[in-house]
C-alpha cells in the first residue's frame, strides 16, 4: 500500500482498511479512541465522525494510526490520521489522544505549505466533534451505502 502520511510523522504512523482491524492494536488509547470516531455524532446529530470525515474525503481504505505501548503514553500519544479534502482543508488531520490530560488534540497539516501544526491543544470529549466539524466539513455530503457498508460491518 503506498502510504501518504503527514511529513512530521512519517515513520511512526500505520497504514489501515475501514474497519480497523482492532488485534492489531496494542494500546487501549488507541482503541478508545477509534471507537470515538466510530460513535460521537457530528454536530448536525444526522452523522457520526466516521461519516463526517468520509464527507471530507477520507479514504475507507486508507486510514492511518499511530498505536503507543502503554508505558510510552505521554511522551507519545495514540493518533488517527486522515488525509481530507474539502474547501476547508486540503492535507491532513490528526486527533492526538492526551491521556495524561484526558482530552485530544488536533493538528492539520495543510497540502500546500506542508507543516503540521496543531490547532487546537486541549479539545474535551463533549466539543471534538464541533471542533473537527469546524475545521473540514464544507457541507458536501460523500458517504453513500457501499461506505456505510463498509465501515459498519465491522
Not at 100 to 105: A, H, N
Not at 120 to 141: H, Q
Amino acid at each position: 500500500m503506498n502510504t501518504v502520511v503527514s511529513q512530521a510523522e512519517e515513520t511512526a504512523f500505520v497504514a489501515a482498511k475501514i474497519p480497523i482491524d482492532r488485534t492489531q492494536i496494542a494500546s487501549a488509547a488507541l482503541l478508545h479512541l477509534v471507537e470515538l470516531v466510530e460513535v460521537l455524532r457530528a454536530p448536525d446529530g444526522q452523522r457520526t465522525l466516521w461519516q463526517l470525515l468520509v464527507d471530507a474525503g477520507a479514504d475507507i481504505d486508507h486510514i492511518v494510526y499511530r498505536d503507543v505501548p502503554e508505558e510510552l503514553l505521554g511522551s507519545r500519544d495514540a493518533a488517527l490520521q486522515f488525509k481530507v479534502d474539502t474547501s476547508k482543508l486540503k492535507g491532513f488531520l490528526v486527533i492526538e489522544d492526551n491521556p495524561l490530560d484526558r482530552c485530544f488534540r488536533l493538528l492539520v497539516q495543510d497540502e500546500e505549505t506542508g507543516f503540521l501544526k496543531t490547532v487546537a491543544d486541549r479539545v474535551f470529549l463533549k466539543k471534538l466533534p464541533e471542533r473537527i466539524a469546524a475545521l473540514i466539513d464544507d457541507g458536501t455530503r460523500r458517504w453513500d451505502d457501499a461506505v456505510g457498508h463498509a465501515i459498519l460491518q465491522d
